[in-house]
């Protein structure tokens, strides 16, 4: 008997596993006993050719994004309630929402303050006996409620108590009229979805749509998605349990197989896209160093062991012939600019030209001043391009990389967005740097691939200094190699956070005059340019004269996006070279600006701001030797905002406080859907269920790896999960 190989024993074996799955699944996981009336249905059927689906209501649901039986079974519950037991009627103030069923006693429809309708419904425990619970459902200016409540209906209701005016009260809360018919076995009794709905469409209403579709859906034609190796569960058992689980680990089991079929989607497309990278052609754009290691020895500090791992990474890309797309990433002072400077400088010595870009002409301009002083006296042209402003270095011998006569060409670009278009002066562009997360779109990439020379596609670096965690590093940035910097250079000044209500301001103001007597300087940053009738915010341009008045005689001056460049030049040359005591500014300061002498920054409105954003803003001090400090003013009381201002008086670890950021915002608000390309999750949390992420990850790594066209039968439902995703979380950036 012929031998096979450790391969071919390997198949054999995953082949009986298989067929013993495919026999033994239905004893692991039993589809539900249903009647057997009705057309069965698969998940392509229009919501309309079902049977029990009258027209209007199709229509309905066509119109609420929902025109197919797959469509509303992936509409999932945004949260599910307990019916089996009820809580009992609250007593006191509570911080968590509660769900209890009660008979209503009492309506009460009252006018108050400015015309308003208050609807007042007192509800009772059933069988609660002489102790026995109330509660006031309370509403304001609800039309729609007023009709539909009446005295003796049973209520399921569902929201945070209160304690007002000596009654436990739930201010406009979910509910649902229960009424006693042969639905009670949907919405009673059991784990009862609760889906997200609109007008017209109640969660009860789509509750019962829901179940009538689930009754007729034939689960022999729901494809499996997820390959057998990551979950073996049937993805028709999981979409059944999603909806109307039988036990909370039911629930848990199916939420975690499509959840991963949600991640692995989005990890296959980053995979083809990696695949499409490497498939283009590019050259190597990488000299031999030696200016790069005069910058080096220039400088008065050394190199963090994070910089020189990251500019090994880069070099290793610069060298090859596959072009590169990395993300540089590290907190606030972390050295990102240096490493990028580095990274142009290996390119200029193998004869080509290099450009960053930055998203602001005060960020751009700051670059400008950096490269000029430190590239300069190696002979490197160095020449900014902005909307506003073109500036070249004065004629002087420079280096050449291919002959010995003077180059004429500027090597170094520093610059806006108009670094893309025509009269940039760029014609062989090797390697282009993209800060402060900017990203490239399709159209822009086209431009820098024509400023490449030869077609061949330069080489992309994106730096941004907000530390992005590893959950969104596999999503966003999948596609794209990560340098971390995780280091911080030594010498950097210690900051001191504080947040403070406004009644410490005077105080703040004393410090603030104490410390530029010695010498210092400070930033004072408002959430608004002017003052809004919408936002009960201060402005800088109406605080300004405040500041002038408080610091005099010191020379304070005014910052923000809408000041025009040349005025916003004389106000950074003037509060660089520390003419200027005090700067109030918006967040137009957030990025780049590099004063080493400014160790104070009161922010006011506080809550107003990001957590992260609060930590670039913050960044703008502590560059220096000098112990440094940021005064978080706000008014609000609220709890989740202080616990965000909390985080940056206990750390100042950039990571730290970008996981934090991420549990508190979540993805979607801390990017912005539209600017990142973040798509709504339907299930999964990048923070919650990071460890799914990373084995979607690793899965879809592996598949492309040993079928990059995904070819193979076992991948039949990867080719359908990349075709339903076309649109990926991609970084943009290649």
């Known amino acids: 008997m012929r031998a096979h190989t450790p391969a071919q024993e390997h198949t054999r074996a995953r082949a009986r596993q298989d067929a013993f799955w495919f026999v033994h699944r239905r004893k692991l996981f039993p589809p539900p006993l249903l009647p057997t009336y009705g057309a069965r249905v698969n998940l392509e059927t229009p919501l309309a050719e079902v049977d029990v689906m009258p027209a209007p209501r199709a229509r309905q649901l066509e119109r609420f994004g929902l025109p197919t039986v797959g469509a509303l079974l992936l509409h999932f519950p945004r949260r599910y309630e307990d019916r089996t037991q009820f809580d009992h009627f609250p007593a006191e103030t509570g911080d968590r929402a509660v769900c209890v069923c009660g008979v209503v006693k009492k309506t009460t429809l009252r006018r108050i303050r400015g015309g308003q309708r208050m609807f007042d419904v007192l509800i009772e425990e059933e069988d609660a006996g002489a102790f026995g619970g109330r509660l006031v459902c309370r509403w304001f200016n609800s039309h729609w409620v007023e009709k539909m409540i009446a005295q003796g209906h049973t209520l399921v209701v569902h929201g945070k108590p209160k304690v007002s005016a000596g009654n436990v009260v739930i201010a406009h809360p979910e509910f649902e009229i229960v009424e006693d018919d042969a639905e009670q076995s949907i919405h009673l009794k059991r784990i009862v979805p609760i889906h997200a709905a609109t007008e017209g469409l109640t969660p009860r209403v789509l509750r019962r749509i829901v179940w009538d579709v689930l009754e007729r859906l034939e689960d022999d034609a729901v494809a499996q998605l997820v390959p057998p190796s990551l979950d073996r569960m049937p993805r028709a058992w999981a979409l059944r349990q ?18 991963l079929e949600e991640f692995l989607a989005m990890q296959l497309a980053v995979s083809a896209k990696r695949a499409e990278l490497k498939s283009e052609r590019g050259e190597p754009h990488c000299g031999p160093g030696e200016i790069m290691r005069q910058l ?31 993300l540089l990433h590290g907190d606030v002072g972390s050295g990102k600019t240096l490493v990028a400077m580095s990274a142009m400088l290996l390119c200029v010595e193998s004869g080509f030209q290099a450009a960053l870009m930055a998203p602001t002409q005060i960020l751009a301009e700051q670059h400008f001043l950096n490269f000029r002083r430190l590239l300069e006296p190696l002979g490197i042209r160095v020449s900014l391009r902005t909307g506003a402003r073109r500036e070249d270095a004065a004629d002087m011998p420079l280096f050449s990389p291919q002959s010995e006569s003077a180059d004429s060409d500027p ?45 061949a596609v330069p080489d992309v670096l994106v730096m941004t200094a907000t530390p992005i965690p590893r959950t969104l590093t596999m999503t966003l940035y999948g596609d794209l190699d990560v340098s971390t910097l995780d280091e911080m250079p030594a ?27 010695e010498g210092r300087q400070a930033y004072i940053v408002y959430p608004l340019v002017e003052e ?121 670890d950039g990571f730290e406080i970008a996981e934090a950021d991420l549990r508190l915002r979540g993805p979607g608000d801390l990017l912005g859907t539209a600017q990142s390309g973040l798509a709504p999750l339907r299930l999964g949390d990048l923070f919650k269920d990071a460890d799914l992420m990373k084995l979607a990850r690793n899965h879809a790594f592996l598949i492309f790896e040993r079928d990059p066209k995904l070819e193979l039968p076992e991948n039949a439902g990867c080719r359908t999960l990349l075709a339903d995703n076309p649109r990926a979380i991609l970084s943009q950036v290649s």
């Not at 999603?242 to 959840?259: G, I, N, T, Y």
């Not at 670009?413 to 940039?424: K, N, P, V």
């Not at 062989?428 to 077609?455: T, W």
């Open 532 to 652: 809004s009738e919408r936002l009960e915010a201060k402005a800088a341009t109406a605080e300004f004269a405040k500041w002038s008045e408080l610091l005099a005689p010191m020379k304070c001056a005014l910052l923000h996006g809408r000041v025009p460049p040349e005025e916003k030049d004389a106000v950074m040359a003037a509060f660089r070279s520390g003419e200027t005591k005090a700067l109030i500014a918006t967040t137009v300061i957030e990025v780049g600006v590099d004063v080493p002498n400014a160790n104070i920054m009161l922010i006011e409105n506080a809550e107003m701001f990001g957590l992260a954003q609060l930590h670039q803003l913050r960044g703008r001090i502590g560059r220096g030797a000098h112990k440094s400090y940021c005064a978080l003013f706000t008014s609000d009381d609220d709890a989740e905002s202080l616990e965000k201002l909390r985080i940056l008086e206990k750390t100042g």
């Open 296 to 326: 080096h020895a220039s400088l008065p500090f050394p190199l963090t062991r994070a910089q020189q791992r990251a500019i090994v990474e880069i070099r290793d890309d610069l060298a090859s012939t596959r072009p590169m797309n990395r």
């Open 491 to 517: 010498g950097r000044g210690r900051i001191v956070t504080l947040v403070r209500p406004p009644e410490k301001l005077p105080d703040a103001v004393k410090f603030i005059r104490t410390q530029i007597e």
């Open 242 to 259: 999603m909806h109307f689980p039988k036990s909370w680990d039911d629930l848990a089991k199916a939420r975690k197989h499509l959840v």
């Open 411 to 455: 090597h170094i670009f520093i610059g806006t967005h108009a670094l893309l278009y025509e009269g940039a002066g760029i014609s062989r562009m090797g390697l282009a740097v993209i800060d402060e997360q900017h990203k490239f779109g399709v159209m822009q990439r086209a431009r820098l691939q024509g400023k490449s020379g030869e077609g």
